[in-house]
Nanobody, 133 residues
Framework: QVQLVESGGGLVQPGGSTKLSCAVS??????????IGWFRQVPGKGREAVGC????????YYEDSVKDRFTISRDNAKNTVYLQVDSMKPEDSAVYYC????????????????????????WGQGTEVTVSS
């Protein structure tokens, strides 16, 4: 069973940085084909994609609105995917979720698929980030 657990949220000052973690269990990042996506949601709004990483070479895709400030990476030894957010703004305040899609075959998702929340069957519980002085 695939499980994802986010951590690293909290209070961040405007202009600051944070690094969120998504610990993956149920499959090894270096053995399976997968997409891991990061999404965020604020109360009263739908879930918004921010970026994702694919298996193999670790191709990353980002929403245009965040691509200059958000960076997704992975540590296969720790089976963890990270979301680094720099130059944070109050509008980055949200609950951040990671989501996983594990596959048996060597399919590398296109950008639109990788950033589509409907593509993912496994979700973490979320970690809240508040950007405020």
């Amino acid at each position: 069973q695939v499980q994802l657990v986010e951590s690293g949220g909290g209070l961040v000052q405007p202009g600051g940085s944070t690094k969120l973690s998504c610990a993956v269990s149920g499959f090894d990042l270096d053995l399976y084909y997968y997409d891991i996506g990061w999404f965020r949601q604020v109360p009263g709004k739908g879930r918004e994609a921010v970026g994702c990483i694919t298996s193999g070479d670790g191709v990353t895709y980002y929403e245009d609105s965040v691509k200059d400030r958000f960076t997704i990476s992975r540590d296969n030894a720790k089976n963890t995917v990270y979301l680094q957010v720099d130059s944070m703004k109050p509008e980055d305040s949200a609950v951040y979720y990671c989501a996983g899609d594990r596959r048996l075959g060597p399919v590398i998702s296109a950008r639109d698929t990788c950033l589509d929340s409907d593509h993912y069957g496994s979700w973490g519980q979320g970690t809240e980030v508040t950007v405020s002085s």
